[in-house]
């Protein structure tokens, strides 16, 4: 049975086809205002990559910010079930503890050894700390996000940035700028501020091994470096961390069909 799972984020949408909870490909585009046609041609892509008709797929799933926003979907999951679902499944049943660095959020999820949502928080009133925050300080340095990681790791005398929130942020890497800082160092300052930040969310939340960090900026090993540092605790990051979020919808949605499918074959 293969089910897709559309992730319509805030920075980028994301589409998975799965096949009996195996992934058979992924591809996500930056958000725009035509997000229903930037939805159809991932769909169209997917299936001509995978050669794929319409009748081969059994159902949509649609999950993040903009999931009433596509209406091909046949289900929409709310995007807490489907990052527990997608980290569980992709992690073979290891992981307790998500931390997910969205578009314009970032979530603390504990999770059951069930694979269930038991407890999580939310940082939604401040994009400090998000993937937008990055595209922000990329813009400012004049660095590709995708670069960050590998020029932390090359700085010298890291800076501390204080500000706690986005706008206040981007003024004060200005302001490093114009006293001298190295880009290098200023980016090993921006990590540890995230990390910081998540540390603090965390706060009475006791976070279970093992804990996993997905979500675009996931794929920075400087940020992960300086989240473990800031934590003291051991973080393992998916393959493709990205689409945990939309696989988890999509899993949702073929192990309701294939209930359904058994229900139907016991009536027979």
């Known amino acids: 049975m293969i089910t897709v799972g559309i992730d319509l984020g805030t920075a980028a949408i994301k589409v998975v086809f799965i096949d009996q909870g195996s992934l058979l490909w992924a591809k996500a585009l930056p958000t725009l205002p035509q ?6 041609q991932l769909l169209k892509e997917g299936m001509e990559t995978v050669s794929l008709k319409k009748k081969d797929i059994a159902g949509v799933a649609a ?25 569980y499944v992709l992690s073979k049943a290891r992981a307790r503890t998500i931390i997910n660095i969205g578009g314009q959020d970032v979530k603390v999820i504990k999770i059951s050894c069930e694979g269930k949502v038991d407890d999580f928080k939310m940082n939604d009133k401040c994009a400090a700390g998000t993937g937008r925050f990055f595209e922000m300080a990329g813009r400012i340095l004049d660095t590709p996000v995708c670069e960050f990681g590998d020029l932390s790791f090359q700085s010298l005398s890291q800076v501390c940035l204080n500000s706690t929130c986005a706008v206040f942020a981007e003024s004060e890497i200005v302001s490093l700028l114009s006293m001298g800082k190295s880009r290098n160092d200023i980016i090993a300052g921006l990590h540890k501020s995230v990390a910081r930040r998540i540390s603090e969310l965390t706060g009475s939340l006791y976070l279970e091994e093992a804990i996993y960090l997905d979500g675009g900026p996931a794929v920075n090993k400087g940020l992960t470096l300086a989240i473990k540092e800031e934590l003291i605790r051991d973080i393992d990051v998916l393959e493709q961390p990205q689409f945990t979020v939309a696989f988890g919808a999509a899993i949702i949605l073929s192990e309701e069909m294939s209930v359904k499918e058994s229900i139907k074959a016991e009536r027979r």
């Not at 997000?35 to 159809?40: A, Y």
């Open 63 to 87: 999950t993040g910010y903009g999931k009433r926003l596509f209406p091909g979907s046949m289900k929409i999951v709310d995007e807490i079930s489907a990052n527990a679902v997608g980290a």
């Open 35 to 40: 997000h229903i046609k930037v939805c159809e």
